[in-house]
């Protein structure tokens, strides 16, 4: 049933409060899964990040991205070079902060059998997907695979193809967004990411370390280069405009699945 899937749950070491924790949550699925080592970027430089460019970071978003941030993207790079490197067809990837629906199985199942040439399903359980996005296929009751052309956060669970992992890990040779926004830049190689929406899996509050009003939520730093609102300006007309033609780009073959 599962023979062609490797599922990888990601956790520090030290984590181990959150390890038996998912042993609990994954005792009651019929698929095999190991602990990845996450990368504690708390205790890195910044120059350990190959790849990640804080200039272009400051230029369009006003701040550098947080040790966290940049620990959590290393963890996400390593899998897709581990999922490259041995050639897995299908991985599912779980971030050690998530509760997952009982029926999570039984769609994942679905999932694995569709006849679409889909790079990247994440599952983003949140409300304000609800009512938007394009349906792509109808796995049952309310839950649907959809397509949007927002930028929406969350890499805490996420299936991907081999082809996926190429495309996404092509992009972490330069990069200036955490590593779930990355995953939102379709438009830049032709990436397939699409949504499952309710998402079937979630992370717990309890584990929000970064509430509102955190150094992550604040918009205005002193830090930020003069040039900061018109590159920002023009950024974001930028991104606007090429998520909207991808989106658009991709209504045919959406339509005729």
């Known amino acids: ?68 941030e940049l620990g959590i993207f290393e963890s996400h790079k390593n899998i897709l070079q581990k999922i490259i490197k041995n050639n897995y067809r299908y991985t599912l990837i779980f971030e050690d902060d998530i509760s997952i629906d009982h029926n999570f199985e039984k769609y994942l199942i679905k999932i694995l059998n569709i006849n679409y040439d889909w790079d990247l399903i994440r ?18 009751e309310n839950i649907y695979i959809k397509r949007y052309p927002n930028l929406y956060g969350g890499a805490h669970a996420y299936l991907i193809s081999l082809n996926g992992a190429k495309k996404i890990l092509e992009l972490t040779k330069n990069y200036y967004y955490p590593i779930d ?3 939102g830049q379709t438009w830049k190689n032709n990436l397939n990411s699409l949504i ?13 370390i970064d509430p509102p009003g955190s150094q992550r939520f604040i918009k205005k730093r002193k830090n930020q280069l003069g040039l900061y609102p018109l590159t920002r300006f023009i950024f974001k007309i930028y991104e606007s405009f090429s998520k909207w033609v991808f989106y658009i780009f991709k209504f045919i073959p959406d339509l005729f699945f």
């Open 123 to 140: 599952f983003i359980d949140s409300k304000k997907l609800k009512n938007k996005g394009r349906k792509i296929l109808h796995l049952g």
């Open 196 to 208: 499952c929406n309710p998402g079937l899996v979630w992370q717990e509050p309890s584990f929000n």
């Open 1 to 68: 049933m599962f023979k062609d899937l490797k599922v990888f749950v990601i956790n520090l070491v030290e984590d181990t409060n959150k390890k038996e924790r998912i042993k609990k949550i994954f005792s009651k699925f019929s698929f095999d899964y190991k602990f990845f080592k996450a990368c504690d970027g708390r205790k890195k430089k910044q120059s350990f990040f190959k790849g990640y460019d804080d200039r272009k970071r400051n230029l369009f978003f006003g701040r550098s991205l947080l040790p966290k």
């Open 181 to 183: 926004l990355l995953m």
